[in-house]
């Protein structure tokens, strides 16, 4: 399907990712106020959700048939695209882990999406694993046939085992063919890219510092780093940490590819729910957006989204940031559920990480209340 191009508007374009929204059967209210407030107040030119737009542990929906499953799902698909048509925002997606395991198929997914007259993503192509591996173009004021910027989301697939499965080589070669292709269009010169996926690479644990054991606020690794204890380098990565990046065990060399014609930008991710920090591991800068939705934990009222603001005059020069709960949503405050629940462990790791960091016989107090409020929710929804 022929779409219309996006291009810069006088100058500028703005681009927002929204990550984690994590529900299953429509979204919460205080999930699209907050949304909803952050594209009133940015007025993006454009959208990226980056995965985990859907709760894969089927919570919500338990108890009901195929069909009533299937149609609470898309249903929960249908209000996050519905904040973008109300406002004419084009908009495109990346699947993450839990949707890949919720109960709707992954092709089911994407077609609730690709349904959309605003939705830019585009089918992988053939041969190429995962949903919607894509490079949208987005052109300069003046139109013609070379972008000046490129925006790739990649399908970072699911969990495998203990850990998360790694991209497929097929793909990493796809994003280079792809960047090459586009070269040859511009008299050989790389165009400035952008890229998303959900899970993080590994190389994003170049913005910590590992520390001794014992270290106030340290956490321990997660996989390739169980037994190692790392803190934020605030020096190079402007933002909050709330736990350790959680990338699959193999590497599969997508930032090696990303820096060997230095067109790359900057790779930016969901995932880990509580990190909102950005900065420069080798030239090539690496991010976070923290978790939009209140079905799952966060960091509190730091839940958001993240912006980027391009200068068609200098594009490698864009501005980032995170726009937060506290920012958008005034004095209002979270519900104990939400709270309490922000403190329920995700794995073995991060309950050792959140023992390690916190007063134990409150954090077990705390942890106890917080078991009785998720049961509770469990059976009221």
Same mark, same amino acid.
């Given at each position: 399907?022929?779409?219309?191009?996006i291009q810069?508007?006088?100058?500028?374009?703005?681009?927002?990712?929204?990550?984690?929204?994590?529900?299953?059967?429509?979204?919460?209210?205080?999930?699209?106020?907050?949304?909803?407030?952050?594209?009133?107040?940015?007025?993006?030119?454009?959208?990226?959700?980056?995965?985990?737009?859907?709760?894969?542990?089927?919570?919500?929906?338990?108890?009901?048939?195929?069909?009533?499953?299937?149609?609470?799902?898309?249903?929960?698909?249908?209000?996050?695209?519905?904040?973008?048509?109300?406002?004419?925002?084009?908009?495109?997606?990346?699947?993450?882990?839990?949707?890949?395991?919720?109960?709707?198929?992954?092709?089911?997914?994407?077609?609730?999406?690709?349904?959309?007259?605003?939705?830019?993503?585009?089918? !992988? %192509?053939?041969?190429?694993? #995962?949903?919607?591996?894509? *490079? =949208?173009?987005?052109?300069?004021?003046? +139109?013609?046939?070379?972008?000046?910027?490129?925006?790739?989301?990649?399908?970072?697939?699911?969990?495998?085992?203990?850990?998360?499965?790694?991209?497929?080589?097929?793909?990493?070669?796809?994003?280079?063919?792809?960047?090459?292709?586009?070269?040859?269009?511009?008299?050989?010169?790389?165009?400035?890219?952008?890229?998303?996926?959900?899970?993080?690479?590994?190389?994003?644990?170049?913005?910590?510092?590992?520390?001794?054991?014992?270290?106030?606020?340290?956490?321990?690794?997660?996989?390739?780093?169980?037994?190692?204890?790392?803190?934020?380098?605030?020096?190079?990565?402007?933002?909050?940490?709330?736990?350790?990046?959680? !990338? %699959?065990?193999?590497?599969? #060399?997508?930032?090696?590819? *990303? =820096?060997?014609?230095?067109?790359?930008? +900057?790779?930016?991710?969901?995932?880990?729910?509580?990190?909102?920090?950005?900065?420069?591991?080798?030239?090539?800068?690496?991010?976070?957006?923290?978790?939009?939705?209140?079905?799952?934990?966060?960091?509190?009222?730091?839940?958001?989204?993240?912006?980027?603001?391009?200068?068609?005059?200098?594009?490698?020069?864009?501005?980032?940031?995170?726009?937060?709960?506290?920012?958008?949503?005034?004095?209002?405050?979270?519900?104990?559920?939400?709270?309490?629940?922000?403190?329920?462990?995700?794995?073995?790791?991060d309950a050792?990480?959140?023992?390690?960091?916190?007063?134990?016989?409150?954090?077990?107090?705390l942890l106890?209340?917080?078991?009785?409020?998720?049961?509770?929710?469990?059976?009221?929804?």
């Amino acid at each position: 399907m022929d779409y219309p191009t996006i291009q810069f508007r006088s100058g500028t374009f703005k681009l927002m990712q929204i990550s984690d929204v994590q529900d299953l059967r429509g979204i919460l209210p205080r999930t699209k106020e907050l949304i909803g407030t952050a594209l009133d107040r940015e007025r993006p030119d454009f959208v990226v959700l980056t995965g985990d737009q859907l709760s894969g542990n089927g919570r919500k929906i338990w108890f009901a048939g195929k069909e009533e499953k299937a149609a609470r799902i898309k249903q929960t698909i249908r209000e996050i695209v519905d904040l973008l048509e109300a406002r004419g925002i084009p908009f495109t997606f990346t699947l993450g882990n839990h949707d890949h395991s919720s109960p709707l198929p992954d092709d089911e997914q994407a077609a609730c999406y690709m349904a959309s007259g605003l939705c830019r993503a585009q089918e !992988s %192509p053939a041969g190429i694993p #995962g949903y919607a591996n894509h *490079a =949208l173009p987005i052109y300069p004021c003046s +139109g013609g046939d070379v972008p000046a910027l490129l925006v790739y989301c990649l399908d970072s697939h699911t969990a495998l085992g203990g850990g998360y499965k790694p991209l497929d080589p097929a793909q990493v070669e796809w994003y280079r063919n792809t960047r090459d292709a586009w070269a040859e269009k511009n008299d050989g010169r790389p165009i400035p890219s952008l890229l998303f996926q959900h899970i993080p690479v590994e190389e994003i644990i170049g913005l910590f510092k590992e520390v001794p054991k014992g270290t106030k606020g340290a956490y321990e690794g997660l996989r390739n780093y169980s037994g190692k204890y790392f803190v934020l380098n605030e020096d190079l990565a402007p933002g909050f940490c709330g736990e350790m990046p959680s !990338s %699959p065990d193999a590497n599969a #060399g997508l930032f090696e590819a *990303a =820096l060997e014609r230095g067109e790359m930008l +900057g790779m930016f991710f969901g995932h880990d729910h509580t990190n909102g920090f950005h900065g420069k591991v080798r030239g090539l800068t690496l991010g976070y957006a923290p978790s939009a939705g209140y079905n799952a934990y966060g960091a509190g009222r730091r839940r958001g989204v993240r912006v980027f603001e391009f200068n068609e005059n200098n594009i490698g020069g864009y501005q980032t940031k995170i726009i937060t709960d506290g920012e958008l949503l005034g004095n209002s405050r979270l519900g104990l559920g939400t709270r309490l629940f922000d403190l329920t462990p995700t794995s073995i790791g991060d309950a050792k990480n959140k023992l390690r960091r916190a007063a134990l016989p409150a954090l077990l107090i705390l942890l106890g209340i917080a078991g009785i409020v998720v049961l509770k929710w469990i059976i009221e929804n």
